[in-house]
């Protein structure tokens, strides 16, 4: 089995690099780069899923990891380009996850088997429960609990229709769901939200970050890092609900340092 990791933006796929030497990674162009890794590397174009199947068949690639934030492409700049495919072109009409599939099952017709992140990263995960449970009262701790059960509920509903994987609320009030902006813009928007107008809560708001009800758990999985915690932290939020088997940790034991330092509160489901 030889691996490639298709690495788009952030430092997960640089993390999942390190641990995984011997990987190849295949680079998208203006989403992460070569020099970034001490693996072997090549850069290739999200338009052009030709070249995709060209460098990992020259790299006698059997098995992908996806991981790393990839950016959708704009419809009007794709049909300007020369590199016209009709695998992007169907993404164009589809949600996240039925976009994905689409992809997977382009890598599977082409002899590539897709694995999960999972499978080649080591400890990426909270357990159930509050990290650290000591630090927080037990009126933060219900308040909390109730949030999850409420969000996590919402974004099961909300699996139907192939939306985001995140949403804030706050004791029943729907701050905001991912869209197409990702986490960190929509968390900026519920902060700004709260303290234009929920301030004098008792508790800030709720981050729930959890796989979809129907996720591909091969190809997308949700990932909390550092800054997203830290971006929560300074706008008032109360915690960060996550998945114990569903939402993966960026650099874990930075972020345990940070969460233990701040006392700020994640609680996994």
């Known amino acids: 089995m030889k691996i490639a990791i298709i690495a788009g933006r952030g430092d997960f796929p640089i993390q999942i690099a390190k641990e995984n030497p011997d990987a190849f990674v295949l680079c998208i162009k203006d989403h992460s780069f070569?020099?970034?890794?001490?693996?072997?590397?090549?850069?290739?174009?999200l338009k052009d899923p030709s070249s995709w199947i060209s460098v990992l068949k020259k790299n006698k690639i059997t098995h992908l990891v996806m991981a790393g934030k990839i950016d959708r492409i704009s419809n009007d700049k794709f049909h300007n380009n020369k590199f016209s495919h009709e695998l992007i072109k169907k993404t164009f009409s589809l949600g996240d996850n039925s976009a994905l599939n689409l992809i997977e099952d382009f890598f599977n017709e082409n002899g590539f088997d897709i694995i999960p992140v999972t499978s080649i990263l080591k400890d990426c995960f909270f357990s159930?429960?509050?990290?650290?449970?000591?630090?927080?009262?037990k009126k933060l701790k219900d308040f909390v609990i109730q949030n999850a059960r409420f969000g996590s509920n919402f974004l099961n509903k909300m699996s139907e229709f192939d939306a985001g994987q995140?949403?804030?609320?706050?004791?029943?009030i729907v701050y905001a769901v991912e869209a197409l902006e990702g986490t960190d813009e929509m968390i900026i928007r519920a902060g700004e939200l709260y303290n234009s107008y929920f301030q004098n809560s008792v508790f800030g708001p709720v981050l729930i970050k959890i796989p979809k009800s129907n996720q591909n758990f091969n190809m997308d999985l949700p990932v909390i890092g550092l800054e997203t915690i830290k971006k929560c932290n300074e706008l008032g939020f109360s915690s960060i609900v996550l998945s114990s088997k569903g939402t993966l940790i960026t650099e874990i034991d930075i972020v345990k340092n940070y969460l233990k330092k701040n006392k700020f509160c994640i609680f996994a489901i």
């Open 34 to 45: 070569a020099r970034a890794f001490k693996n072997n590397s090549e850069v290739i174009s």
């Open 166 to 172: 995140s949403v804030v609320v706050s004791n029943t």
């Open 128 to 137: 159930k429960g509050f990290y650290k449970e000591k630090f927080f009262s």
